[in-house]
């Protein structure tokens, strides 16, 4: 994880950690692991303070992660073990600490090597097709009945109607008409009814590492982590990869997993959703919302 990375137009946060708070907090809670710390990422509801050489802080900056956090405490260590790519689970769970004025949970989690793929050009992440792809799969089965569950993320798409409307609407999406047809083809695809998977829910290549050659190094961010259809992730085919990468990571997928068209043009849908979000919400030359304009374009270009 490349050191300063930072969200553009990230939501003004409700807790404010900092260096000398993580310091603290370690030396009462875990004084096993002092060592030095130094602020390196300001996410959209995450603060990453990197602790020595071999681990990180992962603090929450806003109240809604909160119970985001909560979720990857209890059930990222349990998923890690079966995954083919590393991901944050942690090896430290950090308690509220009212007497230093941060009354939620924190963690520490593993560094793990790579950089954002929001830093490498579409046809350099293009390497990581088939890995994701794999990667997917794994994450993909079944999820146990106390998993997560969220309202907006693996639900049918139908859920998603009215808002994405609305950001259509908002006039800050570029041919609003064309991407509300890749949108009502999606809304008609048979929905899910397999039993709820588990989703990383959020599989932009903000939350994707890669190597200095595309190849996948790590998955992070799981505080979307939830259950349900599986077409919510599969969005990153769009997000992540051009023609060449999306048609690889596809066979690949294909290979592994039972997927069937109406699942691709769902997860089209949820391209749209995701994709719209990042656009009206974000300036538009900001890493997330350029890269929201740059799917819309393909998705719309795709259907012809």
Same mark, same amino acid.
């Given at each position: ?113 790579? $950089? ?7 046809? $350099? ?5 088939? @890995?994701?792809? /794999?990667?997917? @799969? ?16 693996? &639900? ?22 064309? &991407?509300?047809?890749?949108? /009502? ?79 691709? /043009? ?30 819309? &374009?393909?998705? &719309?270009?795709?259907?012809?």
């Amino acid at each position: 994880m490349r050191e300063e990375q930072r969200v553009a137009d990230a939501p003004e946060p409700d807790l404010h950690p900092d260096e000398d708070l993580v310091r603290r907090l370690v030396a009462s809670q875990h004084p096993d692991l002092v060592a030095p710390v130094r602020r390196v990422a300001n996410g959209w509801d995450n603060v990453m303070f990197r602790l020595g050489d071999d681990l990180a802080v992962r603090m929450p900056r806003r109240e809604v992660a909160i119970q985001l956090a909560l979720h990857e405490q209890r059930w990222l260590p349990e998923l890690a073990g079966r995954l083919p790519t590393p991901v944050p689970a942690p090896v430290r769970i950090g308690r509220p600490a009212p007497e230093f004025g941060y009354d939620v949970p924190w963690s520490i989690v593993p560094w793990l090597p790579g $950089v954002s793929a929001l830093e490498f050009t579409v046809p $350099v992440r293009d390497a990581a097709a088939v @890995a994701l792809a /794999e990667f997917v @799969a794994a994450l993909g089965v079944p999820a146990r009945a106390a998993a997560p569950v969220s309202p907006v993320r693996g &639900v049918p798409l139908a859920v998603r109607d009215e808002s994405v409307r609305a950001r259509l609407a908002a006039g800050r999406v570029d041919e609003p008409d064309a &991407v509300a047809r890749v949108w /009502e083809r999606s809304l008609a695809a048979s929905v899910w009814h397999g039993p709820p998977v588990w989703l990383h829910g959020d599989l932009h290549p903000g939350n994707l590492l890669l190597h200095d050659d595309g190849a996948l190094a790590g998955v992070i961010d799981f505080g979307d982590l939830t259950a349900g259809d599986p077409a919510t992730d599969l969005a990153t085919a769009w997000f992540m990869f051009g023609p060449s990468g999306r048609a690889a990571f596809r066979r690949r997928l294909e290979e592994l997993a039972e997927v069937d068209a109406a699942m691709w /043009e769902r997860a089209r849908g949820w391209a749209v959703v995701l994709a719209t979000a990042m656009v009206d919400v974000t300036d538009a030359r900001s890493p997330l919302g350029s890269m929201g304009a740059r799917v819309l &374009v393909e998705v &719309v270009a795709e259907a012809g």
